[in-house]
């Protein structure tokens, strides 16, 4: 069974920090980039950020310089480190493994059947 399993969200005022975390089980972990998609109410999704197992990132631009995206290999869980906090990065986060071949920037879990999506976390930066 597939399970990405995802912690760390909450509440936060502007400026603050939060850290996601997300562990994966059930699948063949070095087949997928790993990655954190979210969505804002009433919006679409909008993929945030991703790692590979070698370690190649790619960030969206609204998040550079203040988001940070770390995979612990061995462990099989992915982090994002989330500062410099603004009420836009209120969302639902969601951790993919996402497939390197299909990248889609605006997939939703709902809509998607090339990754494995987790349940999602609540992110709210208050102003």
């Known amino acids: 069974e597939v399970q990405l399993v995802e912690s760390g969200g909450g509440s936060v005022q502007a400026g603050g920090s939060l850290r996601l975390s997300c562990t994966a089980s059930g699948f063949t972990f070095d087949d997928f980039d790993m990655g954190w998609y979210r969505q804002a109410p009433g919006d679409g999704c909008e993929l945030v950020s991703t790692?590979?197992?070698?370690?190649?990132?790619y960030y969206a631009d609204s998040v550079k310089g203040r988001f940070t995206i770390s995979l612990d290999n061995a462990k099989k869980t992915v982090y994002l480190q989330m500062n410099s906090l603004e009420p836009e990065d209120t969302a639902v986060y969601y951790c993919?493994?996402?497939?390197?071949?299909?990248?889609?920037?605006?997939?939703?879990?709902?809509?998607?059947?090339?990754?494995?999506w987790g349940q999602g976390t609540q992110v709210t930066v208050s102003s």
């Open positions: 993919a493994a996402v497939d390197p071949d299909y990248v889609d920037y605006d997939a939703c879990p709902d809509d998607d059947e090339y990754n494995y």
């Open positions: 790692i590979s197992n070698e370690g190649r990132t």
